[in-house]
Every structure is written in structure tokens, then in C-alpha cells.
């Protein structure tokens, strides 16, 4: 235990068992926080692989059970279409419990390691043991998804999770805070709400692993508090996410799968499609198309069309309304900021050098870069940060191959936008700016495991006998065997082992039955 922690008494926790954050001494309120769930975790509660299935079915009944009630506070917040909120941020999640749950037993199960030359006599085992003590933030575009995803492989790995949502989904975050403990142990994983303040006193504590999905800016701010008990981090941002659109692609069906990932949750989204790359008569082409598209998508009425979002705050909005000073605007542009309200948004005659292309957009605002040519696009992405993703429009397979050798990204996407978030298989994470570390299925588990290594010998005699040349004094003829164990120190394979295995027991069967023979017959 360290040392500040075992001067500071127990927590106490309210008949819900929540955690509420003391406004007068907040900072004590973290320090207890994170001292009582240490306490919980050192008792070993959370190890019991029963346990973790336990808590897990119940968050899949929280999302369940509650499901109107979360679709209510996300519309408050975000005036989140229905449609959004269930399969964009609790099916998601949902399915992501059923499938830990089914293969939870093979994941915490210490697998075996293939024997070397040097290890022949040995048990070779790598065991995933939780980390302990570890904090996930949220954040508020998607504050259901985002905050319970890895929360999910959290649990699985068996660590005590401190859950804090953000709180600028203040609907979302109030009813976590009040229904979630309905559902799972509190003292295991309790909600800490909370602002700013809030944020900075948990980070000032000590966690054995944090979990942060934001903004880049708020990220180094995370890393940094990280870096002062060198705690590991997975860190999910954001950045400008390039889209490069050839003439070869169905430019009709193009146009639908970019302002469907670019307007889905109004464009507050991490991996929306922030700025076009093309060709002049491509840009043409695909404004033509766009046009009709939204008026498919939103009935010829976007702003009251129940399918589409809202800006999360006046801050955001005014910020993106910045953003639109002095642009080109080729379709959309109407704003009301009663409602929060920018309409889908494409701008054209854009400079690489203006506003709306030094920071992510997030939003419903798309900018047309005009390229000649793909070489062109390439150099303008790795002139750049490295996004969180890469969308690529091309019915080329060297145009493909190209992207996927020459650039750096998180994730690319051939001819659609968004949907690898959702594809089972792929773990989703950034590189550089947009991120560090990823996640999804077994890979938030092993983000949330350490890999230990265990190695177990025998007293076997023939072994001990054999292994004794590494102890002094050292010979020759120890070094020079010990120098040819090592440089050929490859596994062995397990047909090769029945067969060596085969072969002894046939030579010590001859050898047995040669002296029991040669003893008869001496008698």
C-alpha cells in the first residue's frame, strides 16, 4: 500500500452504494475513492472468473433493462436519433458482453508455451493477471459506448474499475451514477462524476492502468498525470480523418457511405470523415450526388428530421460556426443556435492553411481539397498527423496497396466509412496523435491483462544432470555447449517430441531387457 494511501480512512458508501464526489474536500473524495476500491481488490473479489461473469450479466441487463431510459437522457444531451442510440451505443456494447462471456473461460485460461532445447524438462505458462486499480474515462459523444466498451474487457480481466463519465453528457452521466449500481458490485467499480475538478484530483492518484477516449489535447494532459507512477495508458483520440476518392469508384454509392459516416451523430463522431481528397471532376461528380443524397437520407427537411442530431453545447457549436467564416459553402450552411442546429455542411475551394483544416472538424461540416492525382493525396496525409482513420474510394488494387504501404493511420477503410467500429475481429485504436494502445473483443482483454510468464522446473534427476554445466567453474567445454544450446535454441515441434520420446523408451526397453536377459542366464 503506498504511503498516503494507509493514513486516509475508509470510504464510506450511501445505501446505493455511489460514491458521490465531496464538493467541500473533493480531493479527499478521490484519494478514498481509489484507496477502498485498492482495499477491494487486494481481498482477491474480483478474481473469481464466476464473479466477472456475474458483473457482466449485469451490465447486460443495465443496457437492457433500461434501454428507454438511456435512449431519453442520450436525446437530452444530443437529440440522438433512436436508431443511433441502440445500435450505435448499446447493441454495440451488448455484444460485446455476450461475446466476452462466451469466450471468457479460453481467454483467462494460462496457455502453454512450446518447449525450447534449454527449457525440454520445463513448464512453459503465460497467465493474464489483472492489473488491479484501473480508471476509464469516457467521453461525451458517445458516452454509453465509449465509457462501457472497454469497461467490459476491464471487468473480464478480473481489475476493480473506477468508471468516470463525462460530464458534458450530463443526462448520460446522471443516470449511470443513479442506475448502474443496481446492476453491479459498487465497491468494485463505482461511478465517480464529476468536471474538470474533478478529473485533475482522480488523475493526481495512483491506478495501475488508465483508459482515456477524448480529445488530443486532453489526452497529453492524461499521459503526463500517467507518466508520474509510469502507469500504462491506452489513450483512443481523434484527428483529421482523410477520405481520397478516385474516378474508378461508384461515385453514387461513394457519396451515400461518406455523409453516412460524416453525419451520424451530427458528425460528433472520432472517426468521421473530416476532409475529401480528389480530383476537380470527381468533386463535380460527387456534389451532384451528395446534393440528392441528404435530401434522401432526411426526407427534404433535415431539421425536422428525427434522424438527425444536435450539437452537444453553444461552445461547440460556436466554434463550428468559426470555422465556417470566410468558406466556400457548396451545399448546406443554415444554422440556429436555439436548437444547437448546423445543417450537413459540404464546403469546396478549401486551403490547406485555412481554419476548418488545423483541427478536427467534429461536426457536420466536409471540405473538398482539390489533388491531381493519388501520389498527390499521399503526400498531403503524411504531411499531417497520423489519423485515427483513413477512408479509401477506389476499385484499384494498386491504388489500395499503395495506401495501405505509404501511409500510417489507425485504421483504413476500402469503399465505405466508419463500419470497421463495429466489425468483430478488428481491434480499433490510433498511432501517433490520434492514439496509443487499442481495443475490442480479446484485445480489450489483453489490454487490461498483463502477459506473465511462468516458468516451472522439476527436481528430475536426468535434467538437473544435464543443466549442471551452467554452474562453476566454468570449462571450455561447458562454454562451447552451452554456446551450442543457445544457437540452436528453436522449439521443439510435438511430432518431434513422440518421436524422440518413442525412440528413448525404445532404447531404454532394449537396454532393460538386454541386462535383465544378460542376468538370467549369469544365474
Not at 47 to 52: A, E, N, V
Request: charged letters at 20%; glycine letters at 6%; aromatic letters at 10%.
Amino acid at each position: 500500500m503506498h504511503n498516503m494511501d494507509s493514513k486516509l480512512p475508509r470510504v464510506k458508501l450511501n445505501q446505493s452504494s455511489v460514491i458521490y464526489v465531496d464538493k467541500v474536500n473533493s480531493n479527499s473524495s478521490a484519494a478514498q475513492l481509489v484507496y477502498h476500491t485498492r482495499d477491494v481488490f487486494k481481498s482477491g473479489k474480483t478474481l473469481s472468473i464466476s464473479f466477472r461473469k456475474k458483473q457482466l450479466k449485469g451490465l447486460l441487463d443495465f443496457l437492457t433493462n433500461e434501454e428507454e431510459i438511456i435512449c431519453k437522457a442520450l436525446y437530452d444531451d444530443l437529440r440522438k436519433p433512436r436508431q443511433e442510440c441502440l445500435i450505435g451505443e448499446i447493441e454495440i456494447v451488448k455484444a460485446e458482453i455476450k461475446t466476452t462471456l462466451k469466450n471468457l473461460d479460453s481467454w483467462a485460461k494460462p496457455h502453454k508455451v512450446k518447449a525450447s532445447v534449454v527449457n525440454f524438462f520445463d513448464d512453459l505458462l503465460i497467465a493474464s493477471d489483472p492489473y488491479g486499480v484501473v480508471l476509464v474515462i469516457g467521453a461525451w459523444n458517445y458516452p454509453i459506448f465509449v465509457l462501457f466498451q472497454p469497461v467490459v474487457g476491464a471487468i473480464a480481466a478480473g481489475n476493480c474499475v473506477v468508471i468516470k463519465p463525462s460530464e458534458v453528457a450530463q443526462a448520460t452521466s446522471n443516470l449511470i451514477a443513479k442506475y448502474l449500481p443496481k446492476y453491479i458490485d459498487t465497491n468494485c467499480y463505482p461511478v465517480y462524476t464529476g468536471g474538470p475538478k474533478e478529473t485533475s484530483e482522480l488523475l493526481e492518484q495512483r491506478f495501475d492502468y488508465i483508459f482515456y477516449t477524448g480529445s488530443t489535447e486532453v489526452g497529453k494532459i492524461v499521459h503526463k498525470a500517467a507518466s508520474k507512477y509510469l502507469t500504462p495508458t491506452t489513450l483512443e483520440l481523434g484527428g483529421k480523418n482523410p477520405v481520397y476518392v478516385d474516378k474508378s469508384a461508384n461515385l453514387k454509392a461513394t457519396a451515400k457511405r461518406i455523409l453516412w459516416g460524416k453525419f451520424q451523430n451530427c458528425g460528433q463522431i472520432c472517426i468521421s470523415p473530416d476532409y475529401i481528397l480528389c480530383t476537380p471532376e470527381v468533386q463535380v461528380k460527387l456534389l451532384g450526388f451528395m446534393e440528392d443524397v441528404i435530401k434522401e437520407f432526411f426526407n427534404g427537411s433535415v431539421k425536422t428530421s428525427k434522424d438527425y442530431a444536435r450539437i452537444i453545447n453553444s461552445r461547440h457549436f460556436n466554434r463550428l460556426v468559426g470555422l465556417l467564416k470566410n468558406q466556400n459553402i457548396a451545399i448546406g450552411g443554415h444554422l440556429d443556435a436555439d436548437e444547437r442546429y448546423i445543417s450537413p455542411t459540404i464546403l469546396v475551394d478549401v486551403h490547406p492553411e485555412d481554419p476548418v483544416m488545423q483541427e478536427e472538424i467534429f461536426g457536420p461540416i466536409l471540405p473538398f481539397i482539390n489533388i491531381k492525382d493519388e501520389e498527390e493525396a499521399i503526400n498531403f496525409i503524411n504531411s499531417r498527423e497520423k489519423p485515427l482513420a483513413l477512408y479509401v474510394f477506389t476499385t484499384k488494387a494498386k491504388v489500395k496497396k499503395t495506401f495501405m504501404e505509404r501511409t500510417s493511420s489507425g485504421a483504413m477503410v476500402v469503399n465505405d466509412t466508419v463500419m470497421h467500429i463495429i466489425t468483430e475481429g478488428l481491434p480499433f485504436g490510433g498511432v501517433g496523435y490520434s492514439g496509443m494502445g487499442s481495443y475490442k473483443g480479446k484485445k480489450t482483454f489483453d489490454t487490461f491483462s498483463h502477459q506473465k510468464s511462468v516458468l516451472s522446473k522439476s527436481f528430475n534427476v536426468i535434467a538437473d544432470k544435464i543443466e549442471s554445466v551452467r554452474y562453476p567453474p566454468n570449462t571450455n567445454f561447458t562454454t562451447s555447449f552451452l554456446k551450442g544450446v543457445l544457437k540452436y535454441n528453436t522449439t521443439i515441434p510435438t511430432q518431434l517430441l513422440a518421436y524422440v520420446f518413442s525412440f528413448a523408451l525404445g532404447v531404454a526397453v532394449t537396454v532393460s531387457g538386454y541386462y535383465i536377459n544378460k542376468s538370467i542366464r549369469e544365474e
